[in-house]
C-alpha cells in the first residue's frame, strides 16, 4: 500500500480519482419500487461510464501493445456514445438524468491503478491493462443485462433496445480484449 500511495503522489496515475456525487444505497429505504431500482441502476452506471470515459485515455497512454492502445481509444468512442444513450434512456423513462456514486467502478479503478503502479514489465502491464479492461466490461455486462430485464418487465421495450445497442457494444469488447490476451499479449508478457 505504500508503494501506491507513492506512486500516486509521484503523480504517475493510471487512473483519474473519481469525482464524488450523491449517494444512494443499494439497500435503502430510497428504492421501494422495480422502477426505482431501474433508476437507481441507470444511474450506477451513468456514473461508471462517466469514470471510464476519463481512464481509457489513461489506460491507452499507458498501454505498449499499439493494437491495445487503439483498441482503447476505439472503446473510449463507443463509451461516450453510450453515455449519451443512458441520457436519452433517462428521457424516454421520464427520469432525471443524474449520476450517483459507483463503488464498485471505484474499485475496479482503484484496482487497476494500484496494480498498473507495481508492474514494471511492459508486456506484463499491458496484461494487467487487458485484465482491469475486462473487470470493468464485466461490471458493465451485468448491469446493463439486469437494466434490459427490468425495463422490459417494467414495459419500456423502447427503453430496453437502447440498453441492448451498448450491452452488445461491451460484451463484443470483451471478446475483443480476450482474442489480444490469448493471441499476444499473455503470451508476451509470459516470456
Not at 439497500?27 to 422495480?34: E, G, N, P, R, V
Not at 432525471?96 to 491503478?113: M, R, S, T
Not at 487487458?130 to 455486462?141: D, L, R, S
Request: aromatic share 6%; hydrophobic share 40%.
Amino acid at each position: 500500500m505504500a508503494k501506491y500511495a507513492a506512486f500516486v503522489q509521484a503523480g504517475a496515475a493510471v487512473f483519474p480519482k473519481p469525482k464524488r456525487t450523491g449517494t444512494m444505497g443499494l439497500f435503502t429505504k430510497d428504492i421501494k419500487t422495480m422502477n426505482d431500482l431501474f433508476v437507481h441502476q441507470l444511474q450506477d452506471i451513468y456514473y461508471a461510464e462517466q469514470q471510464l470515459t476519463k481512464a481509457l485515455p489513461k489506460m491507452a497512454e499507458k498501454a505498449n501493445d499499439p493494437q491495445l492502445k487503439q483498441g482503447f481509444l476505439t472503446h473510449l468512442e463507443e463509451t461516450k456514445q453510450h453515455v449519451k444513450r443512458l441520457e436519452e434512456v433517462f428521457k424516454m423513462h421520464g427520469a432525471q438524468v443524474k449520476a450517483v456514486d459507483c463503488p464498485a467502478i471505484d474499485g475496479i479503478i482503484e484496482e487497476a491503478d494500484e496494480t498498473a503502479g507495481d508492474v514494471a514489465d511492459k508486456a506484463v502491464l499491458d496484461a494487467a491493462l487487458i485484465n482491469a479492461a475486462q473487470a470493468a466490461e464485466h461490471y458493465e455486462i451485468v448491469r446493463y443485462g439486469s437494466l434490459i430485464a427490468w425495463a422490459k418487465q417494467l414495459g419500456r421495450n423502447d427503453c430496453a433496445t437502447v440498453l441492448a445497442k451498448t450491452l452488445e457494444e461491451e460484451k463484443a469488447t470483451d471478446k475483443k480484449l480476450t482474442s489480444l490476451a490469448e493471441s499476444k499479449v499473455n503470451l508476451r508478457a509470459a516470456s
